[in-house]
Structure formats: structure tokens, C-alpha cells
């Protein structure tokens, strides 16, 4: 069975002060791990997909990486806007675009 | 493009009463799919659509729940009898599915909160 687990559940930094988020997976034949945003009161907002192990993709201060049992989503220097929810998720080898999700992890960024 | 557009966007019921959720996706998309979050069980697979038809609805709580799409560009998700531990919000989204390559993004409407007094 597909399985996605985040850590830490939550996670406060101060503005400035970099961290990583953590995802491990179990998948049948891996055909995306996806990282999502949400704030509150929204809908998941897509960031990145990454194929392979090795990959890593980035966007302005996030940068995600993968390997054949986890991903981190690496927030450099943060700023209190980077507050939200970060979801990963997997796609399996169904190719239908179905999604499993991990809890999330909720961040939150002081001035 | 308008998105994935779910509606109501709140709802309050009491226990008992039939509950629709609405959702129109993306033009152009051929999958579409339901999910739940809740703070317990966050995001929860219902059910999803290819092409109309239902693929899987192996993540439909009971038979209380059910979920239909007449066409390509209409999907509904309906509760009856519905109960507080139906509170959550539900949440549409769409993708193309069946590229031969890579994997599909899926696209988010912005949730129906439902609460069951």
C-alpha cells in the first residue's frame, strides 16, 4: 500500500533561520512525489513534481529534493509569507493521477 | 481559466439532512477527483473519475456517500443521511490524466467546509 509520512508535524523559525521538511514514501513504481502549499482556508497549491532520484527542483527560496525513500523541501532564509502548510504526495505506477498524501507539515515563520 | 470551482463554500446542516457538493473542473481535463481533510486524517482519497466513468471509490466512507459526474464539466458528491463526522472539508480537483511520461498535476478548487450539527 502506498504510504506517505512528514515530519515534523510542525515547525516555527524565525525569519532568516533555513530548515528541512521531510517526507518518506512507500510507492509501487514511483511516477511523481509532489510538494503542495496550502493556507488557510484554501486549496493545495501545486510547487513541484520530482521524477527520479536525484532530482531537484527549485523555487525562489524552496528547493526540493529526492532520493529513492524520501524527499526534503529545503526553505532557505524564510520569510514570514513562507507560513503555511507543506503537503507531499506521491503518484504510483496507475497513471491515473490519483494521490496519496502525507499529514503535512505546518510552518510557521516569526519577523 | 476560472480553475476548479467547487460550490457552496460553506455549509452548515443538522444531522439528518441530505448535503450536495458541487464541482465543475478545468476545461480539458479528463480526470477528476474527491478528497477529504480532515485535522485527524488530513487529505483522504473519496473517490475519482476518468473520462466520466468511476475509477476507484475504495476511499468512500459507507454507503451514506455518493458521487456522480453526467458529463465533463459537472461533478457531484452527495451525503445522506449526513452526520457530524461528516464535518471536514471536501475538497475537488482535476487533472489530463494518461500521458505516456511523467505524472499528472493535479489542480485544486478552493474546498466546500461542511458542518453537520
Known amino acids: 500500500e502506498d504510504q506517505v509520512t512528514q515530519s515534523p508535524e510542525a515547525l516555527r523559525l524565525q525569519e532568516g533561520e533555513s530548515s528541512s521538511l521531510n517526507c518518506s514514501y512507500t510507492v509501487s513504481g514511483l511516477r511523481g512525489l509532489f510538494w503542495y502549499r496550502q493556507d488557510p482556508g484554501k486549496g493545495p497549491e501545486f510547487l513541484f513534481t520530482l521524477y527520479s532520484a536525484g532530482e531537484e527542483k527549485e523555487k525562489e527560496r524552496l528547493k526540493a529534493t529526492l532520493t529513492k525513500k524520501e524527499s526534503f523541501l529545503h526553505i532557505t532564509a524564510p520569510k514570514p509569507e513562507d507560513s503555511a502548510t507543506y503537503l507531499c504526495a506521491v503518484s504510483g505506477s496507475s497513471n491515473t493521477g490519483k494521490l496519496i498524501f502525507g499529514q503535512g507539515t505546518t510552518l510557521q515563520v516569526k519577523p | 481559466d476560472a480553475g476548479v470551482i467547487q460550490s457552496p463554500r460553506h455549509e452548515v446542516t443538522e444531522m439528518g439532512q441530505e448535503v450536495t457538493l458541487r464541482c465543475k473542473p478545468i476545461?480539458?481535463?479528463?480526470?477528476l477527483f474527491w478528497y477529504r481533510q480532515t485535522m485527524m486524517r488530513g487529505l483522504e482519497l473519496l473517490i475519482y473519475f476518468n473520462n466520466n466513468v468511476p475509477i476507484d471509490d475504495s476511499g468512500m466512507p459507507e454507503d451514506r456517500f455518493s458521487a456522480k459526474m453526467p458529463n465533463a464539466s459537472f461533478s457531484t458528491l452527495k451525503i445522506q443521511p449526513s452526520e457530524p463526522r461528516d464535518s471536514a472539508v471536501y475538497f475537488c480537483a482535476s487533472t489530463k490524466a494518461g500521458q505516456s511520461s511523467g505524472a499528472n498535476v493535479l489542480t485544486f478548487g478552493a474546498g466546500s467546509r461542511l458542518t453537520v450539527l
Open positions: 476545461s480539458g481535463h479528463n480526470s
